[in-house]
C-alpha cells in the first residue's frame, strides 16, 4: 500500500522548539524517548490526535495522542477497525 496516497504531509510548525520543551516538562521526559516527545509536539501543533508509529509503546504516557501500527491501520482501512 502507498501510505502516502492515505496522508497528508504538514509542514513544520515555527515554534516547534517551545511546543516540544513544553511536552517534555509537562511529562518529565528524558534520554532517547524525548524524539517522541517531538512527535507528539507536532502532531499537537497540527491537531493530529493519532499517529503511525511501529513501536505504540512508546507514545502511552501522552494522553492527547493514541498510536497506531501499521497493521492496525490496514485492517481500518479495509473496514476492520
Known amino acids: 500500500m502507498d501510505y502516502l496516497s492515505v496522508m497528508t504531509?504538514?509542514?513544520e510548525p515555527a515554534d516547534i522548539a517551545e511546543r516540544w520543551l513544553e511536552v517534555?516538562?509537562?511529562y518529565g521526559v528524558q534520554g532517547k524517548a524525548v524524539h517522541n516527545a517531538r512527535l507528539v509536539a507536532f502532531a499537537l501543533t497540527h491537531g493530529v490526535s493519532r499517529i503511525l508509529?511501529?513501536?505504540p509503546d512508546d507514545f502511552?504516557?501522552?494522553t492527547e495522542v493514541t498510536a497506531v501500527?501499521?497493521?492496525k491501520l490496514l485492517e481500518e482501512l479495509n473496514g476492520g477497525g
Open 9 to 11: 504531509l504538514l509542514p
Open 53 to 55: 508509529t511501529l513501536n
Open 60 to 62: 502511552r504516557r501522552y
Open 24 to 26: 517534555v516538562r509537562r
Open 69 to 71: 501500527t501499521p497493521a
